[in-house]
């Protein structure tokens, strides 16, 4: 039970809607493979993204390292990991999820591992996201000014138990975040393997 690319549907057109700073809304004409009917399927184009569960060792066990931020589309403040888009052409993922690591989190890591790779919501967007973990943290050289709404960010460290909690009781909202977490939790209960940082996508 793989996930796998399929490439052998026919797109006849593919029509840029709105193009606008970072996403796109896309029109596709497109017949599947053994049928006959031209269908249209709409969707917002995305370059996709990475996201990083800083972690280091505490008192009471692993913690990791949440901010909050102000989402506008849903008007709330969310308790999130760190993350960002790969919107520098040729940029490697890993890459950016150090740099990403560096200016939202002031931190640099020495270890990192893939922990999941997701489509965000694929019925209606093209964004591919890889969550890293990444440990051995210290703090970063880089000067960052952080603008808009990444200026007022909090960042706190909290106990990865005590995250799992907030995610299964209804107080952390964001889906890459709870992705990251419940992930993170599942790899260290050997519930799965970490993967290199350089591992394969599905695409």
Known sequence: MIDRHDDRHTIHSSDTIYE?????FVSDHLTLEGQDTVLRREYIAHPGAVAIVPMRN???????LL???YRHPVQAVL?????????KDGEDPLEAAKRELAEEAGLDAETWHVLVDI?????????????FLARDLRPTALVYERTEEE???VHEWVALSDAITAAHDG?????????GLLSAASALAGHGTLREPDAPWLR
């Open 58 to 64: 505490g008192s009471n066990g692993p913690e990791v």
């Open 20 to 24: 606008g700073n970072v996403f796109s």
């Open 151 to 153: 200026a007022d960010m």
């Open 119 to 131: 489509f965000s919501s694929p019925g209606c967007l093209s964004e591919s996201l890889r969550i």
């Open 67 to 69: 901010l909050s931020q």
């Open 79 to 87: 308790w999130e990991i760190p993350a960002g888009l790969l919107d």
């Open 171 to 179: 107080s952390l909202h964001n889906a890459t975040t709870l992705t």
